[in-house]
């Protein structure tokens, strides 16, 4: 029996589901999730001592590739001088200023400790500016596992969400609407009728959780202007883009400006951290300033932010993303034209260091799209790359990441490996 199984079947008697994270569980692929020992630059190494080409890089924050000397080094440093005060440190000030630095609109910011924390405190900093408590979210997006976030959408768009999890309030539910993603008209037609009760809207600009769609020309252009002409917060959850689509995130390749950015993963660079901030105005009204409250024992945690300040220091080097996206691209075309030798139809986007590769014939730029794909040639491709040291994400629903340490080798071996996998599936 191989080491994994084995250690699932062990944690599965202490911890819930044996993971920490549902997603881990390769519950949408089946099979036994794979348990690692360790890792360095694009490379895993399971229990086993088996070796695979990690393309999820921890879900997004290894962006400069497992145990990036720099990082590794600056975190031994802060080590040495204590885990964590529950006070301010100068480091705090810096990782904020440098943060600033790739998202300018980001007037003020407080860190935290997680997306979801991020996302929770920026729609609650927006209902206690607007004095509204109606958000809208949109279908497929996905911002965490705050209550208010995890609602689906009810009969219709129009009509108040539903919880997507029990737990969550019916009566907090109805206050989250949903609106299909890249649908400009059902927007509009949500701001008219209701518009001067929307506290704020929070968008994935560029979505990674109903896999990696970019937003049509002028979506979220359009969406700015409503938000402007009802007295919306517009929110970009940033979580997984940030720092990664682009040196300055979907802000930057869209030019669009919201009025809070969520952030985190790669802005830990592997450490637990979170952030978000924007508007000065919107900011001065969290606690202590106003009266909106938000609080965390560890945020800003002097060890986190020196990770994540190496980790900042390593993606701002001359050409980074210049190499990072042609890797990248370099990766998708490779994989979608073995695919086509094959016959099987794929679809490939990308941008900077992150991919989206669908079962489908056509372009997919909407959530309902991605749940036409063929999900179960996905499986089957997911567990005949993983057989050979490719490890991709255990659902077709997840983008996909490369790093800076992934070499041209690296993903010529993964379209091997692929061009195996599309004949045998
Ligand atoms: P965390 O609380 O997991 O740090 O961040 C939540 C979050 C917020 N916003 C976006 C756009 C996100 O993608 C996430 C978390 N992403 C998932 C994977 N798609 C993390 C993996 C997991 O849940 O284990």
Same mark, same amino acid.
């Given at each position: 029996?191989?080491?994994? !199984?084995?250690?699932?079947?062990?944690?599965?008697?202490?911890?819930?589901?044996?993971?920490?994270?549902? &997603?881990?569980?390769?519950?949408?692929?089946?099979?036994?999730?794979?348990?690692?020992?360790?890792? !360095?630059?694009?490379?895993?190494?399971?229990?086993?001592?088996?070796?695979?080409?990690?393309?999820?890089?921890?879900?997004?924050?290894?962006?400069?590739?497992?145990?990036?000397?720099?990082?590794?080094?600056?975190?031994?440093?802060?080590?040495?001088?204590?885990?964590?005060?529950?006070?301010?440190?100068?480091?705090?000030?810096? @990782?904020?200023?440098?943060?600033?630095?790739? +998202?300018? =609109?980001?007037?003020?910011?407080?860190?935290?400790?997680?997306?979801?924390?991020?996302?929770?405190?920026?729609?609650?900093?927006?209902?206690?500016?607007?004095?509204?408590?109606?958000? &809208?979210?949109?279908?497929?997006?996905?911002?965490?596992?705050?209550?208010?976030?995890?609602?689906?959408?009810?009969?219709?768009?129009?009509?108040?969400?539903?919880?997507?999890?029990?737990?969550?309030?019916?009566?907090?539910? !109805?206050?989250?609407?949903?609106?299909?993603?890249?649908?400009?008209?059902?927007?509009?037609?949500?701001?008219?009728?209701?518009?001067?009760?929307?506290?704020?809207?929070?968008?994935?600009?560029?979505?990674?959780?109903?896999?990696?769609?970019?937003?049509?020309?002028?979506?979220?252009?359009?969406?700015?202007?409503?938000?402007?002409?009802?007295?919306?917060? @517009?929110?970009?959850?940033?979580?997984?883009?940030?720092?990664?689509?682009?040196?300055?995130?979907?802000?930057?390749?869209?030019?669009?400006?919201?009025?809070?950015?969520?952030?985190?993963?790669?802005?830990?660079?592997?450490?637990?951290?979170?952030?978000?901030?924007?508007?000065?105005?919107?900011?001065?009204?969290?606690?202590?300033?106003?009266?909106?409250?938000?609080?965390? =024992?560890?945020?800003?945690?002097? &060890?986190?932010?020196?990770?994540?300040?190496?980790?900042?220091?390593?993606?701002?080097?001359?050409?980074?993303?210049?190499?990072?996206?042609?890797?990248?691209?370099? +990766?998708?075309?490779?994989?979608? =034209?073995?695919?086509? $030798?094959?016959?099987?139809?794929?679809?490939?986007?990308?941008?900077?260091? @992150?991919?989206?590769?669908?079962?489908?014939?056509?372009?997919?730029?909407?959530?309902?799209?991605?749940?036409?794909?063929?999900?179960?040639?996905? $499986?089957?491709?997911?567990?005949? @790359?993983?057989?050979?040291?490719?490890?991709?994400?255990?659902?077709?629903?997840?983008?996909?990441?490369?790093?800076?340490?992934?070499?041209?080798?690296?993903?010529?071996?993964?379209?091997?490996?692929?061009?195996?996998?599309?004949?045998?599936?």
């Amino acid at each position: 029996m191989n080491q994994s !199984k084995k250690l699932f079947e062990q944690a599965s008697r202490s911890i819930a589901g044996g993971v920490n994270s549902p &997603v881990r569980a390769f519950r949408a692929v089946g099979g036994n999730p794979v348990f690692f020992s360790h890792a !360095k630059g694009p490379y895993l190494y399971d229990a086993d001592g088996k070796e695979y080409i990690d393309y999820i890089g921890s879900w997004g924050p290894m962006i400069a590739g497992h145990a990036n000397p720099k990082v590794i080094n600056a975190v031994h440093e802060a080590i040495k001088n204590g885990l964590s005060f529950g006070a301010p440190t100068a480091i705090e000030t810096e @990782m904020a200023e440098r943060v600033k630095s790739f +998202f300018p =609109t980001m007037q003020k910011l407080r860190f935290c400790s997680s997306g979801t924390e991020a996302t929770m405190s920026a729609i609650r900093l927006a209902r206690g500016f607007t004095n509204r408590d109606t958000i &809208v979210k949109f279908e497929g997006c996905y911002h965490g596992h705050s209550d208010s976030l995890l609602v689906k959408a009810g009969s219709g768009a129009l009509t108040f969400g539903i919880p997507s999890s029990p737990g969550v309030p019916v009566d907090l539910a !109805k206050h989250t609407l949903n609106l299909p993603f890249n649908d400009l008209d059902a927007a509009e037609a949500l701001f008219k009728d209701k518009g001067e009760s929307l506290a704020c809207l929070i968008i994935e600009p560029i979505t990674g959780n109903m896999n990696m769609i970019l937003p049509k020309s002028g979506y979220l252009e359009g969406l700015r202007k409503l938000c402007d002409q009802h007295g919306s917060v @517009m929110i970009f959850d940033e979580v997984m883009t940030g720092f990664r689509v682009a040196k300055g995130g979907a802000t930057e390749l869209t030019g669009v400006k919201p009025d809070l950015i969520c952030l985190g993963k790669i802005i830990g660079g592997g450490m637990p951290v979170g952030a978000f901030g924007g508007r000065d105005d919107i900011m001065d009204m969290l606690a202590p300033n106003g009266p909106v409250y938000q609080a965390g =024992t560890l945020s800003g945690n002097p &060890v986190a932010m020196a990770a994540g300040l190496a980790t900042l220091d390593v993606i701002a080097m001359p050409g980074f993303y210049e190499s990072l996206s042609e890797i990248t691209a370099s +990766f998708s075309k490779g994989m979608v =034209t073995a695919a086509e $030798k094959a016959g099987v139809a794929m679809q490939g986007v990308c941008r900077g260091g @992150m991919f989206g590769l669908f079962f489908a014939d056509q372009p997919v730029n909407t959530f309902a799209a991605v749940t036409g794909c063929d999900e179960e040639i996905f $499986k089957r491709f997911f567990h005949q @790359m993983l057989d050979r040291g490719i490890y991709l994400a255990p659902s077709m629903y997840e983008a996909g990441f490369v790093s800076s340490a992934h070499t041209k080798d690296d993903i010529e071996r993964t379209i091997d490996a692929a061009q195996l996998s599309f004949a045998s599936l």
